[in-house]
């Protein structure tokens, strides 16, 4: 397993080293570079930087931390390579808990459907968002979703306002196709963004016949709206309110500069006279003439599930589905730092507290009762408050990882510490003494492989309890960033919002289905590395 680990960061730092070094990004392996150029830009603007370190070898460190933090991972994984360079061979216990835990099919196919998860979310940009995987444009491809640099409107024929930032590349595979332009633009298979691409407003079709207006099969009770360019449904030119069918209420007008210039009452389908008013210019005649769409119903945000949303949008105008993606993202980067983190930490406190014993033993406790009291909410409202918003923009997930991990490392200690109080009493140890072997040797070749099945067992729960005090703080408020796509705030909005159930349902379901795999998982590592399974007492 570490011998993989160590290919993987090699493989991964080669591939961002060279793509970086031809100015293209990768998914998933540039990690290195873009948190190299995050703590370059908030250590730029802070005011100490800018009276004290503003000299020429700080700013080639800042440039050139994203090159560091690539080649330490290239060195970590050549250490691990040729460290486990030998051929791997299990010992005939360890190839029985495996093949147990392959007989437990509920756990092993939920193993399965995690790690396809964990490949969805790899790819990234390529699956799921807003920007163009390639441009043609006059005979000449672009990569506008794979470069660093950002692709300008006026590179593709824009002209005016858009011209000089990012285009829309959805607006703009459309116009190309309306105006047969000859130029292709190919779109990731979701081509919307988890967070930044806010969508307006939506819109659904309805059927008139004569007086009464029909939602399917139904008498449409709602607004309908005729509105100026379907593409842009925000920019309605009427709109009628009507109950069972009929116009029954309010109706209001805007210009195309969307200026509220008429308004009149209905009831039951007629028009109540003197109850009209116009503010326009020209003729209110003409007004109502214009040329505009059929009746449609707009869905402002959050709107519900539609052929182009399949599970609606948010409140901020975000798609549902991206947003869920965004946020499977969110929960496997925490898991990959805060799991090797509290584990390394933990297992290493507890093995020295159990094999040393004594005053160690005594002071380590006591610390960690003093910790263990703390309470967890309070340290996190008060360094959300404390921490300046660039930098919790920036980290905001890292911090509340790194406090998780503050907290998280403690109840393991207990766990190797009385494994490590059993195991060091066997003879195998006394042998590993008398022939000299060092205490780090001791500790790492014969304790902590004895004692691995305790770890093994509990990766699953703590990645469950993970999720859960992710979704727990956003839901609270006091989680990570709104950049990032959690679950946790699309609970609290479907919450907030009880008329757009799509939200809370979609949520949920996410949440609950996640921590069901992993338990499934958990609970059959648990009883494949059972100690009471494949053993017996002489």
Same mark, same amino acid.
Do not use: C
């Given at each position: 397993?570490?011998?993989?680990?160590?290919?993987?960061?090699?493989?991964? %730092?080669?591939?961002?080293?060279?793509?970086?070094?031809?100015?293209?990004?990768?998914?998933?392996?540039?990690?290195? #570079?873009?948190?190299?150029?995050?703590?370059? $830009?908030? /250590?730029?603007?802070?005011?100490?930087?800018?009276?004290?370190?503003?000299?020429?070898?700080?700013?080639?460190?800042?440039? *050139?931390?994203?090159?560091?933090?690539?080649?330490?991972?290239? /060195?970590?994984? %050549?250490?691990?390579?040729?460290?486990?360079?030998?051929?791997?061979?299990?010992?005939?216990?360890?190839?029985?808990?495996?093949?147990?835990?392959?007989?437990?099919?509920?756990?092993?196919?939920?193993?399965?459907?995690?790690?396809?998860?964990?490949?969805?979310?790899?790819?990234?940009? /390529?699956?799921?968002?807003?920007?163009?995987?390639?441009?043609?444009?006059?005979?000449?491809?672009?990569?506008? %979703?794979?470069?660093?640099?950002?692709?300008?409107?006026?590179?593709?024929?824009? =002209?005016?306002?858009?011209?000089?930032?990012?285009?829309?590349?959805?607006?703009?595979?459309?116009?190309?196709?309306?105006?047969?332009?000859?130029?292709?633009?190919?779109?990731?298979?979701?081509?919307?963004?988890?967070?930044?691409?806010?969508?307006?407003?939506?819109?659904?079709?309805?059927?008139?016949?004569?007086?009464?207006?029909?939602?399917?099969?139904?008498? #449409?009770?709602?607004?309908?709206?005729?509105?100026?360019?379907?593409?842009?449904?925000?920019?309605? +030119?009427?709109?009628?309110? +009507?109950?069972?069918?009929? !116009?029954?209420?309010?109706?209001?007008?805007?210009?195309?500069?969307?200026?509220? &210039?008429?308004?009149?009452?209905?009831?039951?389908?007629?028009?109540?006279?003197?109850?009209?008013?116009?503010?326009?210019?020209?003729?209110?005649?003409?007004?109502?003439?214009?040329?505009?769409?059929?009746?449609?119903?707009?869905?402002?945000?959050?709107?519900?599930?539609?052929?182009? +949303?399949?599970?609606?949008?948010?409140? $901020?105008?975000?798609? /549902?589905?991206?947003?869920?993606?965004?946020?499977?993202?969110?929960?496997? $980067?925490?898991?990959?730092?805060?799991?090797?983190?509290?584990?390394?930490?933990?297992?290493?406190?507890?093995?020295?507290?159990?094999?040393?014993?004594?005053?160690?033993?005594?002071?380590?406790? !006591?610390?960690?009762?003093?910790?263990?009291?703390?309470? #967890?909410?309070?340290?996190?409202?008060?360094?959300?408050?404390?921490?300046?918003?660039? &930098?919790? =923009?920036?980290?905001?997930?890292?911090?509340?990882?790194?406090?998780?991990?503050?907290?998280?490392?403690?109840?393991?200690?207990?766990?190797?510490?009385?494994?490590?109080?059993?195991?060091? @009493?066997?003879?195998?140890?006394?042998?590993?003494?008398?022939?000299? %072997?060092?205490?780090? !040797?001791?500790?790492?070749? *014969?304790?902590?492989?004895?004692?691995?099945?305790? &770890?093994?067992?509990?990766?699953?729960?703590?990645?469950?309890?993970?999720?859960?005090?992710?979704?727990?703080?956003?839901?609270?408020?006091?989680? &990570?960033?709104? !950049?990032?796509?959690?679950?946790?705030?699309?609970?609290?909005?479907?919450?907030?919002?009880?008329? @757009?159930?799509?939200?809370?349902?979609?949520?949920?379901?996410?949440?609950? @289905?996640?921590?069901?795999?992993?338990?499934?998982?958990?609970?059959?590592?648990?009883?494949?590395?059972?100690?009471?399974?494949?053993?017996?007492?002489?």
């Amino acid at each position: 397993m570490a011998k993989l680990v160590g290919w993987l960061l090699m493989i991964g %730092a080669t591939l961002a080293f060279v793509a970086n070094w031809n100015g293209f990004r990768l998914p998933a392996v540039g990690w290195g #570079f873009a948190l190299g150029e995050t703590i370059a $830009q908030i /250590v730029k603007s802070s005011s100490f930087f800018q009276n004290t370190l503003k000299a020429e070898w700080s700013l080639w460190t800042l440039a *050139h931390l994203g090159w560091a933090f690539t080649i330490l991972a290239w /060195v970590v994984g %050549a250490w691990l390579v040729a460290s486990f360079s030998g051929s791997t061979k299990f010992r005939p216990l360890t190839l029985r808990r495996m093949q147990r835990f392959r007989e437990i099919k509920r756990g092993y196919w939920s193993l399965v459907v995690l790690l396809f998860f964990a490949f969805l979310a790899a790819l990234d940009f /390529v699956l799921v968002g807003s920007e163009a995987l390639a441009v043609r444009y006059k005979g000449e491809w672009t990569f506008p %979703a794979f470069t660093t640099e950002i692709e300008k409107g006026e590179s593709y024929g824009i =002209e005016g306002e858009g011209s000089s930032g990012p285009p829309d590349y959805r607006q703009l595979k459309k116009d190309w196709k309306v105006a047969e332009v000859e130029g292709t633009v190919i779109l990731p298979p979701w081509p919307y963004a988890p967070t930044g691409d806010v969508i307006a407003a939506l819109w659904t079709p309805l059927k008139q016949q004569g007086e009464l207006v029909y939602d399917g099969r139904r008498k #449409f009770n709602g607004y309908a709206s005729q509105v100026y360019d379907l593409e842009k449904p925000e920019r309605r +030119h009427l709109s009628f309110r +009507h109950r069972d069918g009929l !116009r029954d209420g309010r109706v209001e007008g805007w210009n195309e500069q969307q200026e509220r &210039v008429y308004g009149a009452t209905y009831r039951d389908g007629k028009l109540v006279i003197g109850s009209e008013s116009y503010t326009g210019q020209g003729a209110k005649e003409e007004f109502l003439a214009l040329e505009t769409s059929e009746l449609v119903q707009v869905h402002f945000q959050p709107a519900p599930p539609s052929r182009q +949303h399949w599970l609606g949008t948010t409140s $901020q105008g975000y798609d /549902v589905i991206s947003y869920l993606y965004g946020g499977l993202q969110a929960n496997f $980067q925490a898991a990959l730092v805060y799991i090797p983190l509290v584990y390394f930490v933990g297992v290493s406190i507890g093995l020295l507290m159990g094999y040393f014993g004594g005053t160690f033993d005594l002071v380590v406790q !006591r610390i960690i009762e003093v910790l263990s009291n703390v309470p #967890f909410l309070f340290v996190v409202m008060i360094i959300s408050l404390a921490v300046p918003p660039q &930098v919790k =923009e920036s980290f905001g997930l890292w911090i509340i990882v790194g406090i998780l991990v503050a907290f998280g490392w403690m109840g393991m200690t207990y766990l190797m510490r009385t494994a490590a109080l059993k195991e060091k @009493s066997r003879d195998y140890v006394a042998a590993a003494r008398v022939m000299g %072997a060092s205490t780090p !040797r001791i500790l790492s070749k *014969h304790l902590l492989p004895n004692s691995v099945s305790i &770890v093994v067992t509990l990766v699953p729960f703590s990645v469950s309890g993970l999720v859960m005090s992710l979704a727990a703080l956003d839901y609270l408020g006091f989680g &990570v960033p709104a !950049r990032y796509a959690t679950w946790g705030k699309l609970l609290r909005e479907g919450l907030d919002y009880l008329s @757009s159930p799509w939200l809370a349902a979609t949520s949920f379901f996410a949440l609950v @289905s996640l921590l069901i795999l992993v338990t499934f998982v958990g609970e059959a590592v648990r009883e494949a590395f059972d100690p009471k399974k494949f053993s017996f007492y002489k």
